[in-house]
């Protein structure tokens, strides 16, 4: 038994800030942020606009697009860093805004690497539960979570959705066939270069990150999970058609290729129209480049990402 992506949706807020939009607010200009990071304009999520919701737009497409009953949805699970609060889920209101009441629903939060932990998670509990449909929702709204007086973090981020409907298949030829996942959280070393403070300030609170810091160790770990996924699949990088990584920066993709000798040309790189989305940004690369046909069904994928915490780790799924 094979669980396989068999849909996936995505959904942005309407609104959209480009880098001149900053630059009249922040000392920085649209030639530091696209220089530094391939960033051009991000998505940002109205006042009144969380995270369910933007999960529950994605969600509603793939129900659309698939004519699937909600009924028939066994398990949701939500990546996100950024929950409307601190409980009830974001899962829980999903699961209730769609109707798949027959569903039962959970959070996981692994930062930027969210996607790649769900996939796993779900590849799991779909073959040891015997469940049929899983609903994989990744919902970030960062730019709630930033200063945006620190020009250092609040050009990085925006916000978005993607939603991936997971089917227990026969077809042994497709679908996920390895996840590898990491964590290193040393708590002196990691969240003094990437963490949000949350209610250890007794408030919201907001990300802080030593970018140089996690320029490197987004290099040296993806590159680490990357090679031992593949080495341990029997596969090397011309077994795969795209590497679809972490949209943080357009700068680390392209270091990572050349210091680590991974082809640039199979590498999906979205971040000039939807800046850092966190954990979302693998899901709208996917669709953004599907929808594009640049990415078809029965291409290898292999995914990639690191986040706070450190996280991080690598999927390969074959579409
Ligand atoms: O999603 C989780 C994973 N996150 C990442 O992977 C992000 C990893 N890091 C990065 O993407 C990059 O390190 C950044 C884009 C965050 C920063 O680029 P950098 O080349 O490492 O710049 P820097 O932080 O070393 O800053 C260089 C200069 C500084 O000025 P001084 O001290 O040299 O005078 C900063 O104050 O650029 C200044 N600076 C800015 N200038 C204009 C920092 N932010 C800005 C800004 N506009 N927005």
Not at 79 to 85: E, G, P, V, W
Not at 98 to 105: D, N, V, Y
Not at 165 to 189: M, P
Request: glycine share 6%; with cysteine; proline share 2%.
């Amino acid at each position: 038994m094979k669980t396989i992506i068999s849909d996936i949706a995505t959904y942005l807020p309407s609104k959209i800030v480009t880098n001149d939009d900053l630059s009249k607010i922040l000392d920085t200009s649209h030639e530091w942020i696209y220089t530094r990071t391939g960033i051009e304009k991000r998505r940002v999520s109205a006042e009144n606009e969380l995270a369910s919701d933007l999960g529950i737009a994605a969600s509603k497409k793939i129900l659309e697009q698939t004519n699937l009953n909600p009924l028939d949805i066994d398990a949701i699970i939500v990546s996100t860093t950024t929950a409307d609060r601190r409980f009830p889920s974001c899962a829980c209101r999903i699961q209730g805004a769609i109707g798949a009441s027959r569903a039962f629903a959970f959070d996981l939060n692994a930062a930027c690497a969210g996607f790649i932990y769900c996939l796993a998670v779900a590849d799991s509990i779909m073959k040891s539960m015997n469940l049929k449909n899983i609903l994989l929702v990744a919902a970030e709204t960062l730019t709630k979570f930033v200063d945006w007086t620190d020009r250092s973090t609040c050009v990085l981020f925006g916000d978005g959705a993607g939603a991936a409907l997971l089917k227990a298949s026969n077809d042994e030829s497709k679908g996920i066939i390895a996840t590898k996942l990491y964590c290193d959280g040393e708590e002196e070393k990691y969240n003094s270069i990437l963490s949000h403070s949350g209610s250890q300030n007794g408030n919201r609170g907001y990300t802080t990150m030593a970018g140089r810091a996690v320029f490197k160790y987004a290099i040296e770990d993806m590159t680490l999970s990357i090679n031992e996924i593949l080495a341990e699949n029997n596969m090397t990088i011309n077994n795969v058609d795209w590497i679809i990584p972490h949209q943080a920066n357009r700068r680390i993709l392209e270091s990572m290729c050349k210091l680590k000798g991974f082809p640039i040309g199979k590498v999906i790189i979205t971040t000039r129209d939807h800046a850092n989305t966190s954990s979302a940004s693998i899901p709208l690369a996917l669709k953004e480049k599907m929808d594009e046909g640049q990415v078809k069904q029965g291409d290898t994928l292999l995914f990639t990402a690191l986040g706070a915490g450190l996280v991080w780790g690598s999927a390969i799924v074959k579409l």
